[in-house]
């Protein structure tokens, strides 16, 4: 019998169960990025629906280049820190532990309150289209490369930011290192084509990523629970692999281990999607192979064989996306044995905005 739906310890943080919400991005925030009511309800829904730990959307950390959507939260100033306060107290007064997940776009940018300009490893666009569920924009720019300089900025812009999420009263921090965003950018092949320290071998190209979990570790303490969250594919390029296959992610996992993480994430299309260059592991699988370091895993997890993952990854948090905009109260559910309904994409159209999804309840309230 699994202990899927029993208080278990993560790090320092008791959580009533294994089920997190998977970060999601809504795009519902103020247009400087504050966060609203309109978002502390939708959390607390989560929370009330019975999910041990929320994971908050990718939340943009500098006034720089960090930021990809227009109203995406920011953590950066004292409004936004406030904001993200009235959520945080109301997740926890509803029983759930709340992590924020600190994001760079990178190249992956569509809009963004501070500056025109993308910034990237290289100048090298995505893959694809941009998304239109963020935003209207049908072309990617061409990034910056980004120099020494904005390079520490960046790493700055993390730390800050995680500390300000310490203050507002966050349960830990989970650096977004995954889906083809900035940190995943430098470990990209496709992206990164740089031929200073930052580019080639995959040490080189670990260095931001190390540096980050690095400066966030240092600005929060030794004490408070810091991750990050990995994928090879990208939110364009879902099929993308590293040239270094499974030894080249463990090698990564364990670096990011080395500088300070407590757990990882991974994220694929599914949780045991076996995608590598080379042998027959799935990215979790990999990761939950390394010594000491937690493992949260994501893709494709439902009520019909989350048993069976909570049981193949012994202690690790299971993270649900899809399966969660469909059903907020999904792990109440589970409990209850109530049906759990597939997601409908029309609730993210023509937006994946708050302000959509509950149009879309309403209309098709029984
Ligand atoms: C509307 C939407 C927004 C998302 N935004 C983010 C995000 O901000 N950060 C992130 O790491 N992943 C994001 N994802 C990916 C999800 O966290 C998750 O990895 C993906 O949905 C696969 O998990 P699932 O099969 O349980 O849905 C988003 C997914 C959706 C559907």
């Given at each position: 019998m699994s202990d899927v739906m029993q208080s278990n310890k993560f790090k320092s943080i008791e959580l009533p169960n294994r089920f997190a919400l998977a970060p999601m991005t809504?795009?519902?925030?103020?247009?400087?990025?504050t966060p609203n009511s309109l978002m502390a309800d939708h959390y607390e829904g989560y929370a009330k629906g019975g999910f041990g730990l929320l994971i908050t959307e990718g939340t943009y950390t500098d006034d720089k280049a960090s930021q990809g959507y227009a109203n995406q939260p920011g953590i950066i100033n004292e409004a936004q820190i406030a904001g993200w306060k009235t959520i945080v107290d109301r997740v926890h007064a509803a029983g759930s532990k709340f992590m924020v997940q600190l994001m760079h776009a990178g190249a992956q940018f569509q809009a963004n309150h501070y500056t025109d300009q993308p910034m990237g490893p290289s100048a090298v666009m995505p893959k694809g289209a941009p998304l239109g569920f963020y935003g209207d924009q049908t072309q990617w720019q061409t990034p910056e490369a980004m120099t020494e300089a904005d390079i520490k900025a960046a790493v700055d812009g993390f730390a800050q930011s995680a500390a300000n999420a310490r203050a507002a009263g966050f349960d830990g921090i989970e650096i977004h290192g995954a889906n083809g965003y900035l940190l995943n950018q430098f470990l990209s092949t496709h992206f990164n084509t740089r031929?200073?320290?930052?580019?080639?071998?995959l040490e080189n190209r670990l260095r931001l990523v190390t540096k980050v979990v690095r400066a966030v570790r240092k600005a929060v303490g030794a004490d408070y629970p810091v991750g990050i969250r990995l994928s090879?594919?990208?939110?364009?390029?879902?099929?993308?692999?590293?040239?270094?296959g499974a030894a080249g992610f463990r090698q990564i996992v364990e670096a990011v281990r080395d500088a300070g993480a407590d757990f990882v994430h991974t994220t694929d299309g599914d949780v045991n999607r076996h995608h590598f260059t080379d042998g027959d592991q799935s990215l979790a699988s990999v990761a939950a192979a390394v010594e000491g370091i937690e493992l949260i895993i994501n893709g494709n997890i439902d009520e019909t064989n989350y048993q069976d993952v909570a049981n193949q990854f012994p202690g690790a948090l299971l993270a649900v996306g899809k399966k969660a905009l469909a059903n907020p109260d999904f792990v109440q559910r589970l409990k209850d044995g109530k049906e759990i309904a597939d997601i409908d994409?029309?609730?993210?159209?023509?937006?994946?905005?708050i302000g959509n999804e509950l149009a879309w309840r309403r209309q098709n309230a029984a």
């Open positions: 809504r795009t519902s925030a103020e247009p400087d990025g031929d200073d320290n930052y580019g080639g071998a090879q594919g990208t939110v364009t390029d879902p099929d993308y692999q590293l040239p270094e994409f029309a609730m993210l159209q023509p937006k994946a905005t």
